[in-house]
RNA sequence: GCCCCAGUGGCGGAAUGGUAGACGCGGCAGACUCAAAAUCUGUUGCCGGCAACGGCGUGCUGGUUCGAGUCCGGCCUGGGGCACCA
């Protein structure tokens, strides 16, 4: 088929008519929201963009979604809230400034402009008034407040922490940013550095974050898993181990109490403190020790390392039995950010522990023992296998006997009892560092002394603006290079000091935006709180799986955090969440396995694919997610330029749920262009009476098209409540084929037809909002469309008065009949047993059993 | 290793435990056309049959039920999340 070339003949004019609508529809100022007493209101938002320059289908389909929800909850009397926004600050604005010379201040406002104007061509239904970028001071200030704020709530503390630094950069690099244990720009190896960084104390509200995943039932059961897994709490006892010799303790953490007749050893982490001191007397300890940091914290680095250990030499004495030592190990598996960095080893019980003893001779003794095969231990610690699973406790002492469950529980009864330890509750999650050592990002509002120590910006002097005269030409933060910013007088005692040179994770701007929207002009406060508190929560907040846990996890704890210190009513931002999938399409790839470009590709002589200029094979690959390093990106720039916004949309939502892949094919927007073409012929060549004229007779054939048209709306309406789009839109081409085979010429038919493509428009108003608004103005509709309510079905339609019921003999299909809705059951087993193939198919045996469903099936048993 | 999700025609996908395959894509046949595109009509799960019709079909396997794509148990395959977390 042809591509559309915009203005052709009798085609419809794409381009004009969608720039058209996108004028009417900012004239009248259609999606400005105001706070309305009384309506309720509906606050929908897709996830912002980064400003990268141009959209991508993923954001052309986050943001359909989010306008089919807008605009169905404003037809259905919502008082929607729809705005847009960019989450400004970030690397690749950085990244643009040293490669390109350009500052970032200007790269981002421009990639901004570019694609404002991007987004505005799909017909989006937003707020435009309500435009942040969180790059400006009148944004960010805001939250150099909430920081202040929360450092006054004891929600912030500054920490020396362990992290990973790239020595060529100068900076510390995200997990992510470490690829097999060297920066993933510099590629220099990475180091472990201890750092005085700005925490948040998320931990601070690990059991409410854990615990509220179950109200928020319109989330998605796979994200509030992904948090939960996050959270991570495990329960277990802290206890001390006194140390041979010495008179200070040794705090260990376990969730296993009841294996502790089974210890082996003790390990430590090779940053703990222990370590440390313990190292200055022992070079050997020290070479070993430094080894351990050298190694990088990257999954890649933890799966390769081999466990590993340095007996210190010193002994921990077990808490049961003042007679027994253990030897205390330094080992690289002992993490110091969990627990308390040490641990006791079980080696018949926990694989690590097992692995290590065997590597140091240590030994192992069984300490539970399986209801079942009770010699199963035995023969897996043969293999190498420790027992982790359920049993009683032998070899314990006081505990045998007892259950895993009951033998935890005394052990933890009697450490407290001893004063040695009590049960507590450990969690994965850590408290969240907000330091980056990065230029593009929001400054963090303190000032070291060294009289005063560290001090708070005072809150009259806010914003610390980022100042835009810098230069990229050294590595390292050009904050910190910068010839005056960082001098400042300390606000305490006057005397010269230092500004913080870190700026903010940029997660931080993205934990609040939300909420800015509900009142962007105030300067003086971050929000509104009569707007928050009429707008908050997001009732329906849509966006990509890959921020199930960080992005709306900081957003939870930052509303919570925000709700303490009087910001807010409310502490969950998000009450519903919509997750949706990824945009995949075909790969091709050439034999030495480099990726092509689908325009090199076309089939050769005998139909195998070959490359266009060199003949060689190629393979198509599977269809993958769209991305520049697969080649197989489509730039929905050029679709709506060539189709229009209406088809794009249309093909987002028609061939897959929302939540799942969706699989980009030339073939299927071209289904999609066919559709809006056929509509809009529909109406433009149709022969109607004129609106408002009464109903005439209807021939049955007529009544039965009119029966499917209010079907249709009622079920449209259902579909779009549960979000549904592929089934709205199937119902709605389902009811244009019903149109199309009514009669021409026929008085009554021609009048469906009117009540029918009226009903189309308005159904596809939200999906194809230019399309719909042409067919509204043609069919001669009051007003805009998009400002017209939400259709209703008539009830009296919706009953059938007959019915298809299928007949089975012993569950299988033998027939179908029509019978009067809600027939008797003894009428419909009538009829259903005197069906010859029901006859036939009972072979003369008398029926055992008849089940008669109404409405629905009679099944014949034999 | 632990946790979760998904397997339905050639393809994307529909089916409150009740007629499997709606709707779309693709294919085939036809109409219109000098021809093509566009458009329209018919047909399209597989096997057998001219047909009426019959048989088989939702990853494999066992079960519950009058009836299972749907519920339960065991497995296979694919995808995702977490992970030296003590």
Not at 158 to 185: F, M, Y
Not at 629 to 656: E, H
Not at 797 to 806: K, R
Request: glycine share 8%; proline share 6%; aromatic share 10%.
């Amino acid at each position: 088929m042809s591509r559309p070339d915009g203005i052709s003949g009798d085609r419809y004019n794409v381009k004009e008519t969608e720039a058209r609508w996108q004028k009417a529809w900012e004239e009248k100022r259609c999606f400005e929201a105001e706070i309305v007493p009384g309506k309720p209101k509906y606050y929908v938002l897709e996830m912002f963009p980064y400003p990268s320059g141009r959209i991508h289908m993923g954001h052309v389909r986050n943001y359909t979604l989010g306008d089919v929800v807008a605009r169905y909850k404003r037809a259905k009397g919502f008082n929607v809230l729809h705005p847009m926004g960019w989450d400004a600050f970030g690397l690749p604005a950085e990244n643009a400034a040293i490669q390109n010379n350009v500052h970032p201040a200007k790269w981002t406002r421009e990639n901004i402009a570019a694609m404002r104007e991007q987004l505005k061509s799909m017909g989006l239904s937003y707020d435009w008034r309500r435009e942040v970028a969180t790059c400006e001071p009148e944004y960010y200030r805001h939250e150099q407040k909430m920081f202040l704020d929360f450092l006054k709530a004891g929600l912030v503390y500054r920490k020396e922490s362990w992290v990973n630094w790239d020595p060529v950069e100068n900076t510390v690099l995200a997990n992510e940013q470490v690829i097999e244990g060297r920066g993933w720009r510099s590629g220099a190896l990475v180091e472990k550095r201890l750092l005085s960084q700005w925490f948040l104390k998320i931990t601070h509200y690990a059991q409410d974050l854990l615990d509220s995943l179950a109200t928020l039932e319109r989330w998605p059961e796979r994200v509030r898993l992904m948090q939960e897994n996050w959270i991570g709490r495990s329960e277990g006892a802290r206890l001390m181990f006194d140390l041979s010799g010495r008179t200070d303790k040794l705090e260990i953490f376990t969730t296993r109490p009841d294996t502790l007749f089974g210890a082996k050893f003790v390990a430590i982490a090779a940053n703990h403190p222990l370590a440390a001191e313990l190292a200055a007397g022992n070079p050997a300890l020290a070479e070993f020790v430094a080894e351990c940091n050298r190694m990088g914290t990257s999954e890649a680095a933890i799966e390769t390392a081999e466990k590993k250990g340095f007996d210190t030499g010193l002994k921990a004495v077990h808490p049961f039995d003042p007679a027994w030592t253990l030897p205390i190990y330094v080992a690289n598996f002992v993490l110091m950010d969990y627990g308390s960095g040490a641990i006791f080893g079980c080696p018949a019980h926990d694989q690590r522990d097992l692995d290590f003893a065997n590597k140091y001779g240590l030994g192992w003794t069984q300490v539970v023992e399986p209801a079942t095969d009770k010699d199963a231990v035995l023969g897996a610690i043969a293999k190498g296998e420790a027992y982790t699973g359920d049993g009683k406790a032998i070899n314990s002492k006081f505990l045998d006997g007892l259950a895993v469950d009951e033998a935890k529980a005394e052990a933890i009864r009697r450490i407290e009892e001893m004063g040695r330890g009590e049960r507590t509750i450990n969690y994965r999650l850590r408290d969240w560092g907000v330091s980056r050592q990065r230029y593009w990002g929001c400054p963090i509002p303190v000032i070291h002394c060294e009289a005063c120590g560290t001090v708070p910006v005072p809150v009259e002097q806010l914003p610390v603006v980022l100042p835009e005269d810098v230069s990229f030409d050294k590595p390292g933060n050009p904050l910190d290079h910068h010839p005056t910013w960082k001098h400042v007088d300390c606000p305490c005692c006057g005397k010269p000091a230092r500004r913080e040179t870190d700026t903010f994770d940029t997660f931080f701007e993205s934990s609040w935006y939300f909420a800015r929207y509900t009142s962007p002009d105030r300067d003086d406060v971050a929000f509104d709180r009569q707007a928050a508190d009429y707008w908050m929560s997001v009732d329906q907040y849509i966006g990509g799986i890959e921020h199930a846990v960080l992005h709306l996890l900081y957003s939870r704890f930052f509303t919570r955090a925000l709700k303490d210190c009087g910001y807010l009513g409310v502490k969950e931002p998000f009450a519903g969440l919509l997750t949706q999938g990824m945009i995949c399409h075909e790969t091709f790839k050439s034999e030495d396995g480099a990726w092509l470009y689908p325009t090199e590709v076309i089939p050769g002589p005998d139909g195998k694919l070959v490359h266009a200029d060199s003949g060689a094979p190629v393979t198509g690959g599977r269809s993958e997610k769209m991305s520049k390093s697969k080649k197989n990106v489509v730039d929905p720039a050029g679709i709506i330029d060539g189709y229009g916004a209406d088809t794009a949309r249309l093909f987002m939502l028609s061939d897959s749920p929302p939540e799942r892949d969706l699989d980009w094919t030339e073939a299927g927007i071209d289904g999609a262009w066919r559709y809006v073409n056929r509509l809009w012929r529909m109406v433009a060549t149709a022969e109607l009476p004129a609106a408002g004229t009464p109903m005439p007779d209807l021939s049955p054939e007529t009544v039965k098209v009119r029966r499917l048209l209010h079907r249709t709306i009622a079920q449209v309406g259902e579909d779009l409540e549960r979000f549904h789009f592929n089934k709205a839109v199937a119902r709605i081409r389902e009811m244009t084929n019903g149109l199309g085979e009514l009669s021409v010429g026929d008085a009554g038919a021609a009048w469906v037809l009117r009540e029918g493509l009226e009903a189309t428009a308005r159904l596809i108003g939200p999906m194809m909002p230019h399309l719909a608004e042409e067919m509204w103005q043609a069919l001669g509709g009051s007003g805009l469309l998009a400002q017209a309510a939400w259709p209703d079905a008539d009830p009296a339609l919706l009953v059938e008065d007959s019915v298809t019921v299928a007949i089975q003999v012993n569950g299988k299909l033998r027939a179908t009949i029509e019978l009067p809705k809600d027939a008797d059951a003894a009428l419909a087993e009538q009829t259903a047993l005197a069906q010859p193939q029901v006859i036939s198919a009972m072979s003369g045996k008398p029926a055992r059993k008849v089940v008669v469903v109404p409405n629905r099936i009679v099944n014949v048993v034999v």
